[in-house]
């Protein structure tokens, strides 16, 4: 009695009682401007406590006609009473259980469910993730944030005789649920609606197998949205397509890794023009007029170009040009000379090849070759984007650093967590530090608003703002060679460039149609700005 005391009145309440469980309110998921994401419904679930039922013939007959359950299998299994308690059906609405309630019906008791509800339907679906059957967090957000947005449980207790009839008389004993407490996203609805709008234009004018966007607040890490497609209803799970489900439900912003091709020229850059500023020798000024030749012979093998070069279109370039034209052989020039000591420096610096952080399951670190065994084949193609895989998280948050000023922050997506009376916990950000000077920042910035008003990127072009951004258009391995015609297209751009507020990856896999990441991705992003711009009143450039 005295060590086992607590376990047998345990024991005892058991055998004296008989409980119905009410589910605690799980926690809402807002975006920064308080719009609900994820929210609740009350909704229940109706149960049988069978020797407590008077009447089976009516009750099976009532709820098998109300809930649409078969009267038989009702019926059946509340007079043979080989159970105690029977669920009927859950997530059923108020209105339906008001019609129950109607019929006064011994036995029949009920519960709060608060069913999930996702006001945007499909929109960051991946990100928002969904919960179980039993109301836990399954993936995504859901999942990360489950121990603050489920709550507790609580329920209704009520006495019983040992045939298990309630005691008359007798009040049930009521203990409230704690509800979960909310947590409000970086994301900004506004802005993942448009972007939700353009990958559907995009997924229906070119049929890739996927497309994807990320637009993050270069200064502080902020995702302000996350869209991927294909995508499914958050409101109607294909739970019994398991295969569909866990392919379409994965965050692949954030899980997977990809060949970058020109786009990882930013970091190449950028490695130049700070070395160059910290008067490294083997760093190549603004000024310096790279050879025109369409390759490079590395390692007995030739890297070429993507263009033949003819009618001397890639001639006389400089950092800036090569960056224009995407010119492949200049940027294995530049990681040559560096070296792959400084180069690693500045590859590991823009956190390639770890995790970035982010608040999310899953997150991947990339393919990087380590820098023990890197050759000089491998250093030559990394400098324009080969021979290393990135995720696109990684990627965003890499070229954010590289346009605002040279601070690295780690991206996030929940802000705040609260509950009605009180915030629990607020992130203001995360400052992991300077992976270059303020002025080679600038620079850097400077030539990608080039790239966009001059060069390759000159479909993601708006008149009176200054946007700068870089394409990317990698080829596809398959069993280890390249597959013909089968690329990854993509670009990163920024506005305005001068003081960057928005930043955009668009990646757009094996589209039908589309040729370059010039004429695939930048317009797409090119869109993305302009419903921005409209929508938050955005002023020109001076």
């Avoid at 086992?4 to 009145?9: A, E, K, P, T």
């Avoid at 996702?118 to 969904?130: E, I, K, M, S, V």
């Avoid at 786009?263 to 083997?282: R, S």
């Avoid at 996030?412 to 203001?428: C, P, Q, R, S, W």
Wanted: aromatic share 10%; hydrophobic share 35%; net charge neutral.
């Amino acid at each position: 009695m005295v060590v086992d005391g607590q376990i047998l009145r345990q024991k005892a309440i058991d055998q004296w009682t008989r409980d119905l469980p009410v589910k605690a309110k799980r926690g809402d998921i807002v975006d920064c401007n308080g719009k609900i994401l994820a929210g609740s419904k009350g909704t229940y679930s109706v149960f049988i406590r069978t020797r407590c039922v008077t009447n089976p013939a009516q009750v099976a007959d009532v709820l098998s006609n109300i809930l649409n359950v078969d009267y038989k299998w009702l019926y059946d299994s509340i007079v043979a009473k080989n159970r105690s308690e029977i669920t009927v059906k859950s997530e059923v609405d108020g209105n339906v259980i008001d019609s129950i309630r109607s019929f006064t019906l011994n036995g029949v008791y009920f519960s709060v469910d608060n069913s999930r509800v996702y006001p945007y339907n499909q929109a960051l679906c991946q990100t928002l993730g969904y919960i179980s059957s039993d109301g836990n967090g399954q993936t995504g957000l859901e999942k990360y944030y489950d121990s603050y947005l489920r709550g507790e449980d609580g329920e209704i207790l009520y006495e019983s005789d040992l045939t298990g009839n309630d005691v008359q008389g007798k009040s049930p004993h009521y203990q409230p649920a704690t509800d979960g407490m909310s947590i409000r996203l970086t994301i900004d609805s506004d802005i993942q609606l448009i972007c939700e709008g353009e990958l559907q234009k995009a997924m229906e004018q070119y049929t890739p197998k996927s497309a994807q966007v990320i637009v993050m607040q270069p200064s502080s890490g902020r995702v302000l949205a996350m869209c991927q497609y294909p995508s499914y209803d958050l409101n109607d799970l294909p739970r019994e397509d398991t295969e569909r489900l866990l392919k379409e439900g994965r965050n692949s912003l954030i899980t997977d890794s990809y060949e970058p091709g020109s786009t990882f020229k930013v970091i190449t850059a950028c490695a130049n023009v700070e070395e160059y500023l910290k008067n490294n020798p083997k760093a190549y000024s603004p000024d310096y007029v790279f050879p025109s030749s369409r390759y490079r012979v590395v390692g007995g093998r030739k890297i070429k170009c993507w263009t033949t070069h003819a009618n001397g279109k890639h001639a006389n370039e400089n950092l800036a040009l090569a960056l224009n034209n995407s010119c492949n052989p200049i940027f294995v020039d530049i990681a040559l000379s560096l070296g792959k000591n400084t180069f690693y420096e500045y590859v590991e610096k823009f956190n390639f090849g770890k995790v970035t952080g982010i608040d999310f399951n899953g997150e991947a670190t990339g393919m990087l070759v380590p820098q023990s065994a890197v050759t000089e084949g491998d250093l030559a193609r990394i400098g324009f984007g080969q021979t290393i895989a990135v995720t696109p998280i990684q990627l965003a948050s890499s070229i954010c650093a590289a346009v605002n000023g040279g601070v690295y922050y780690k991206p996030y997506l929940v802000e705040e967590i609260y509950t009605d009376e009180k915030t629990v916990y607020k992130n203001y950000g995360v400052e992991t530090g300077r992976v270059i000077s303020e002025q080679a920042s600038k620079t850097v910035a400077g030539y990608l608003k080039n790239v966009v008003s001059e060069g390759s990127g000159k479909q993601a072009y708006i008149e009176g703002y200054n946007v700068g951004g870089k394409t990317g258009t990698a080829q596809k391995y398959q069993n280890g060679v390249i597959s013909a015609g089968k690329y990854v297209m993509s670009f990163v751009g920024f506005f305005p460039a001068e003081n960057p507020q928005y930043l955009a990856l668009v990646i757009v896999d094996e589209p039908i149609g589309g040729q370059y990441g010039s004429t695939v991705a930048a317009p797409i992003c090119k869109n993305i700005f302009q419903s921005i711009i409209n929508t938050k009143k955005v002023k020109q450039s001076v």
